[in-house]
């Protein structure tokens, strides 16, 4: 099972930005939430948004009104749009998924490799 993400760049405060991460492998049986996280330089990763399986959806507190995530059961693709872009938002982010395989016992929580967001002023 890998996790993909893509979208990330540079952009000017006020942009928007659309992030994409995408999950595979022959063994996966079932996705239950998936979400983002980021890390901004000297701090600690600190969560997103996520959504579950059903399409709830919670966001942190500094994100919302401003970012949306969604995902595509059909792909395993999580999205998260992005809007209004502010300096504080530069950060790698990274995707995760709960996934079952058939090899597991339970979920397990996947990540992808990080995508780096940098937002000029």
């Known amino acids: 099972v890998q996790l993909q993400a893509f979208g990330g760049g540079l952009v000017q405060a006020g942009g928007s930005l659309r992030l994409s991460c995408a999950a595979s492998?022959?063994?996966?049986?079932?996705?239950?939430?998936m979400g983002w996280y980021r890390q901004a330089p000297g701090q600690e990763r600190e969560s997103v948004a996520g959504?579950?399986?059903?399409?709830?959806?919670n966001y942190a507190d500094s994100v919302k009104g401003r970012f949306t995530i969604s995902r595509d059961s059909a792909k395993n693709t999580v999205y998260l749009q992005m809007s209004s872009l502010e300096t504080e938002d530069t950060a790698v982010y990274y995707c995760?998924?709960?996934?079952?395989?058939?090899?597991?016992?339970?979920?397990?929580?996947?990540w992808g490799q990080g995508t780096q967001v940098t937002v000029s002023s």
């Open positions: 959504i579950s399986s059903g399409g709830s959806t």
């Open positions: 492998g022959s063994m996966m049986m079932s996705i239950a939430d």
């Open positions: 995760y998924a709960q996934i079952m395989t058939y090899r597991s016992n339970g979920f397990v929580n996947y």
